[in-house]
């Protein structure tokens, strides 16, 4: 079975504060993303990676940055939280073909 | 982004009956997803569709690839309580390098005893 995990459940931080969300799969997949999901609002990408030390914005990239060093590891990067911030992340995983994606278990982020 | 229309947005059903919703897009779609979200955790994949017309079952659930691709439905028999969640459709334009979701409006199921 695929398996994405993520570094937290739950996270609480406070404005200005640097934060690391992390990511590992263990399929060997080629591509990796990164979510945030909002009542009302659904899930949007923020960013995307398609190999190591490559990475494209999704729809939602401000304030936010990415690292792909390894090709099982994925992080996103709050280089100063907000309160806006507060959301749940979701970091998933696909192979390049056929594509369809598999998700971690999801971060709480709590921006205070 | 761009969302794909899912319907109902909820359903209120009981213990054993059978379930449908669907998703349908203004544009053509090469494969379709169907996820399912328990509160507080990520979606996890349920039935994947690569073909047109392709009808594919994982156990009480049953998926199936409208013929125009613009299209997708799911069905649940004999719901049960565990089947209580938000179900999410998705779809896939291309396979291949950086290929990005669409993702559905999703059906909030409750299921009554």
């Known amino acids: 079975d695929v398996k994405v995990t993520q570094s937290s459940r739950y996270l609480v931080k406070r404005t200005g504060e640097k934060v690391f969300l992390e990511c590992v799969q263990d399929?060997?997949?080629?591509?990796m993303f990164w979510y945030r999901q909002d009542p009302g609002l659904g899930l949007r990408l923020i960013y995307f990676?398609?190999?190591?030390?490559?990475?494209e914005k999704g729809d939602i990239p401000e304030g936010y940055s990415v690292s792909r060093e390894k090709k099982e590891r994925f992080s996103l990067i709050l280089e100063s939280a907000s309160t806006n911030q507060t959301s749940m992340y979701l970091c998933?995983?696909?192979?390049?073909?056929?594509?369809?994606?598999?998700f971690g278990p999801g971060t709480r982020l709590t921006v205070l | 982004g761009q969302q794909l229309n899912q319907s109902p947005q909820s359903m209120f059903i009981q213990e054993g009956e059978d379930v449908s919703m669907n998703c349908t897009s203004s544009?053509?779609?090469?494969?379709w997803l169907w996820y399912k979200q328990d509160p507080g955790e990520g979606p996890v994949l349920l039935i994947a569709?690569?073909?047109?017309?392709e009808l594919t079952s994982n156990g009480r659930l049953t998926a199936q690839f409208g013929i125009t691709r613009k299209d997708s439905f799911l069905n649940i028999s004999a719901s049960i309580p565990s089947d209580v969640g938000i179900y999410f459709c998705?779809?896939?334009?291309?396979?291949?390098?950086?290929?990005?979701?669409?993702f559905g409006t999703g059906t909030r199921l409750q299921v009554t005893l």
């Open positions: 990676s398609y190999d190591v030390k490559m990475k």
């Open positions: 998933a995983s696909s192979p390049l073909s056929p594509g369809q994606q598999f």
């Open positions: 544009s053509i779609f090469n494969t």
């Open positions: 569709l690569y073909k047109a017309g």
């Open positions: 998705a779809g896939l334009p291309r396979a291949g390098t950086a290929s990005k979701l669409t």
């Open positions: 399929m060997d997949h080629e591509n």
